[in-house]
């Protein structure tokens, strides 16, 4: 039976998170009896001891384990030979700033397995941290939301709204917001800016049902993205709540040809064929909480020229501020040309420039895009994935998993998990790697 190691994060000195929270490591230690090694951590969320408590050995060095399980990517120094390695990769889409890490785990002769491959028969992802980072990403939406209004002259209850980092947890910033949702309720919102509407793309999503959670939490009304532009071009008045828009692919774009009908299966084969639309609504929203997944062949849905034209229309825009959760640098949204972290998680965007500079202060569109979302609700956040994870720490743990065991009782999710195997690119895999990779050596392992 392998030994699981539990690293460190420290790819941000933000990352609090862990894959296992100690009282799951109790229970698999208990009833599996699989050793677990924990690397010592000043930062994690939970502290060594409590490891310690439940028969985890803590150590600097995981040297001893052969599975390695982590939640961010690992720098290229830290691999090491050999070691079956689960985490986070980002190199599925070829990153180029992943590719050193990936050829590193191959020359290393490594197995890679990645949480975002691991997914259900659908196609769906089984363990991932998007629901906390909806959650996340609307708390700092509202924060920073009110925070902008009131750098403009709009003092509104959101103005008093602590980001998700300043809490911690998501009990206490809910609770926050549900204050400021009275006060809505009871004293409205300026005039001159309500309806204030947050569109949330990616409807249906973990991401959405997320921000979602947030924001049903103030007096909200849902408005159908198709009615957004005629709704507020109606509203007179202060309004007692906010509105939110959902908007899933199908609202986001539109065909090329006006004579040809959108539906998701031709969307999803011929995106060519589509182009964006969502730049028609942008001057009804006052802020987007972006969080719809996007690949590099499909239309980008936020445009920097749309966006320039609402800010050169004249009278100060209502757009105010994108949270951009894809963090998709240069993707689906134009505006988003660096990523931040929650020390420094806002820039304001230039349309017309394309420059920015750090901060809520200035003319343009406000923009935060910090990476690690989730690490801003740590103790939320890892106990909701390590309760996902653990069923499959006894399969993680067996002896061949090193070379992706054929038996049909191994976990389907975890089979196709797997990105290389003792230093190969799997086949499905190896093809569409093969270029990003040339870039940082040739590669010198075939397919399997």
Same mark, same amino acid.
């Given at each position: 039976?392998s030994?699981?190691?539990?690293?460190?994060?420290?790819?941000s000195?933000?990352?609090?998170?862990?894959p296992?929270?100690? !009282?799951?490591?109790a229970?698999?230690?208990?009833?599996?009896g699989i050793?677990? $090694?924990? $690397?010592?951590?000043?930062?994690r969320?939970?502290?060594?001891?409590a490891?310690?408590?439940?028969g985890?050995?803590?150590?600097?060095?995981?040297?001893g384990?052969?599975?390695?399980i982590?939640?961010?990517?690992?720098?290229p120094?830290l691999?090491?030979?050999?070691?079956?390695? *689960?985490?986070?990769?980002?190199t599925?889409k070829?990153q180029?700033y992943n590719m050193p890490?990936?050829?590193?785990?191959?020359?290393?002769?490594?197995?890679?397995?990645d949480?975002?491959?691991m997914?259900?028969?659908?196609?769906?992802?089984?363990?991932a941290?998007g629901?906390?980072?909806?959650l996340?990403?609307?708390i700092?939406?509202?924060?920073?939301?009110?925070?902008?209004l009131a750098?403009r002259?709009?003092v509104t209850?959101l103005?008093?709204l602590?980001?998700? *980092?300043?809490?911690? !947890?998501?009990?206490?910033?809910l609770?926050?917001?549900?204050a400021?949702?009275?006060?809505i309720?009871?004293?409205g919102?300026p005039?001159?800016?309500?309806?204030v509407?947050?569109?949330?793309?990616? !409807?249906?999503?973990k991401?959405?049902?997320g921000?979602?959670?947030?924001?049903?939490?103030?007096?909200a009304?849902?408005?159908p993205?198709s009615?957004?532009?005629?709704r507020?071009r109606?509203h007179?008045?202060?309004?007692?709540?906010?509105?939110?828009?959902s908007?899933?692919?199908?609202d986001l774009?539109?065909?090329?040809?006006?004579?040809?009908?959108?539906?998701?299966e031709?969307?999803a084969?011929?995106?060519?064929?589509y182009?964006?639309?969502f730049?028609a609504? *942008?001057?009804?929203?006052?802020?987007?909480?972006?969080?719809?997944?996007?690949?590099?062949?499909?239309?980008?849905f936020?445009?920097? !020229?749309?966006v320039?034209?609402v800010?050169?229309?004249?009278?100060?825009?209502?757009? $105010?501020?994108?949270?951009?959760?894809?963090c998709?640098?240069m993707g689906?949204?134009?505006? *988003?040309?660096?990523?931040?972290?929650?020390?420094?998680?806002?820039?304001v965007?230039?349309?017309?420039?394309g420059e920015?500079?750090d901060?809520l202060?200035?003319?343009?569109?406000?923009?935060q895009a910090?990476?690690?979302?989730?690490?801003?609700i740590?103790?939320?956040?890892?106990?909701?994935f390590s309760?996902i994870l653990?069923p499959?720490?006894?399969?993680?743990?067996?002896?061949?998993?090193?070379?992706?065991?054929?038996?049909?009782a191994f976990?389907?999710?975890?089979?196709?998990?797997?990105l290389?195997?003792r230093?190969r690119?799997l086949d499905e895999?190896?093809?569409?790697?093969?270029e990003?990779?040339?870039?940082?050596g040739?590669?010198?392992?075939t397919?399997?």
């Open positions: 039976m030994i699981i190691g539990i690293r460190r994060e420290d790819k000195a933000w990352e609090r998170r862990t296992l929270v100690p !009282e799951d490591v229970r698999i230690v208990s009833e599996s050793a677990i $090694q924990v $690397q010592a951590s000043p930062n969320c939970f502290p060594d001891d490891y310690r408590e439940v985890a050995i803590v150590t600097d060095d995981l040297s384990a052969d599975v390695i982590g939640v961010k990517e690992i720098p120094d691999l090491r030979s050999g070691k079956t390695y *689960l985490f986070f990769s980002h599925m070829g180029p890490m990936l050829r590193r785990i191959l020359d290393l002769g490594c197995t890679l397995l949480y975002e491959l997914t259900d028969d659908e196609g769906i992802r089984t363990i941290f629901r906390h980072a909806g996340a990403g609307a700092d939406t509202l924060s920073a939301l009110g925070r902008r750098g002259g709009h209850p103005g008093d602590s980001r998700a *980092l300043e809490h911690g !947890e998501v009990a206490p910033a609770a926050e917001i549900e400021a949702g009275r006060r309720a009871e004293e919102l005039e001159e800016i309500s309806p509407t947050i569109a949330v793309t990616g !409807e249906g999503g991401v959405w049902g921000a979602l959670e947030v924001l049903d939490a103030l007096p009304r849902r408005v993205a009615e957004v532009a005629s507020v109606a007179r008045g202060r309004a007692h709540e906010i509105w939110s828009v908007y899933g692919p199908g774009v539109e065909p090329v040809d006006p004579g040809h009908a959108y539906t998701w031709d969307y084969h011929h995106p060519e064929k182009r964006a639309r730049g609504d *942008l001057p009804f929203l006052t802020a987007i909480i972006h969080g719809i997944f996007w690949a590099e062949n499909y239309p980008r936020i445009l920097r !020229e749309d320039r034209r800010f050169a229309a004249g009278a100060p825009p209502k757009l $105010q501020l994108v949270t951009d959760i894809t998709d640098l689906s949204n134009e505006c *988003l040309t660096r990523l931040t972290e929650p020390g420094n998680p806002i820039y965007y230039d349309p017309g420039t920015t500079r901060g202060e200035g003319e343009g569109l406000a923009v910090v990476e690690i979302l989730p690490a801003e740590p103790v939320d956040a890892s106990r909701h309760e653990t499959l720490i006894p399969h993680l743990a067996r002896e061949d998993v090193a070379d992706r065991p054929d038996d049909p976990p389907a999710s975890v089979r196709r998990s797997y290389a195997v230093g690119l895999w190896s093809e569409r790697l093969r990003p990779l040339r870039r940082y040739e590669v010198a392992t397919g399997i």
